[in-house]
């Protein structure tokens, strides 16, 4: 069964930074695009960052464009997400989120999040 396995999270103040990692299992890890989604209380789950499935092309949401930055290692079947000057609104738990899509098939896989909480 395809794990992902987020860690990283917890609590900082405003300003801070923090690295989210996410260690997959069980899959073609180099064959997946890889996202990072994010979902604050009473709010819907919102798309953070992007990465191809070789790491050559990433997408950001406007809100965290120049402060977080995605990258991947497909040699440790890991992604991180690293998000600097970070803002009470970044608040929320942070999820994985594995993608491949071809002409015969689509998988879509998910971690079980981890918290993020920022202070001010």
């Known amino acids: 069964q395809v794990q992902l396995a987020e860690s990283g999270g917890g609590l900082v103040q405003a300003g801070g930074s923090l690295r989210l990692s996410c260690a997959a299992s069980?899959?073609?890890?180099?064959?997946?695009?890889m996202k990072w989604y994010r979902q604050a209380p009473g709010k819907e789950r919102e798309l953070v960052a992007g990465i191809t499935s070789t790491g050559g092309s990433t997408n950001y949401a406007d809100s965290v464009k120049g402060r977080f930055t995605i990258s991947r290692d497909n040699a440790k079947n890991t992604v991180y997400l690293q998000m600097n000057s970070l803002k009470p609104e970044d608040t929320a738990v942070y999820y994985c989120?594995?993608?491949?899509?071809?002409?015969?098939?689509?998988?879509?896989?998910w971690g079980q999040g981890t918290q993020v909480t920022v202070s001010s």
């Open positions: 989120n594995a993608v491949l899509v071809t002409i015969a098939t689509a998988r879509d896989y």
């Open positions: 069980r899959l073609t890890f180099s064959s997946y695009a």
